[in-house]
């Protein structure tokens, strides 16, 4: 495994069309900070982001993109680098999200289960292609509703193996407690 360093991204979840932060995960926690999550988007770009990851949770959940319009509206219109993610699980995601402007899809363990499919990606777009990893102790998916019991890093090396150079990594005993990484 090597080793790149990190980037900060500002960060948008979207569920039930609103901008929200749910607390480690859990849905039907979420503080709503917008009816508005393109703005939301936006304003990060103004503000000077040098990355915007938003994602449909209620997509990651069910993994069909419910919130796709709302992400596709962002990437055409922000003027900052974009990562899309949420519910992309075919080669048709990750196509209409690049195709839409998103200059990279985040893709997550879901993926592992068709391997054909995530090289097949990998193959074609490359870099554009990233890997969104949760994990509380193991490799969660499904908008982390679903354990794997699979190792993080065992899901490393198998994205590895298809491909994948950019990771992704969610703590969800941290995410959205707000107190800070877990470095």
């Not at 990190?6 to 009816?35: H, K, M, N, W």
């Not at 000077?48 to 319009?69: Q, S, Y």
């Not at 969660?140 to 509703?145: D, I, L, V």
Request: glycine residues 12%.
């Amino acid at each position: 495994m090597r080793s790149a360093g990190f980037s900060v991204y500002a960060a948008v979840d979207i569920a039930e069309g609103r901008c929200v932060r749910p607390l480690q995960g859990r849905f039907g926690s979420e503080t709503v900070y917008s009816d508005d999550p393109v703005e939301v988007a936006l304003g990060f770009c103004s503000a000077g982001a040098r990355w915007l990851h938003i994602v449909d949770l209620d997509g990651a959940k069910t993994g069909v993109p419910a919130n796709r319009e709302l992400v596709l509206e962002a990437v055409r219109r922000a003027s900052c680098p974009v990562q899309a993610g949420g519910g992309m699980r075919t080669l048709d995601d990750v196509e209409e999200a690049l195709a839409a402007g998103a200059n990279r899809v985040a893709i997550d363990a879901a993926a592992l289960e068709d391997p054909a499919a995530l090289r097949l990606a990998c193959e074609r777009y490359g870099e554009r292609i990233a890997a969104s990893l949760a994990a509380g102790g193991e490799l969660a998916t499904r908008a982390w509703t679903v354990g794997t019991g699979t190792p993080v890093l065992e899901a490393v090396a198998e994205f590895e193996d298809a491909g994948v150079c950019t990771f992704i990594y969610t703590d969800t005993g941290r995410d959205g407690t707000m107190a800070g990484p877990d470095l």
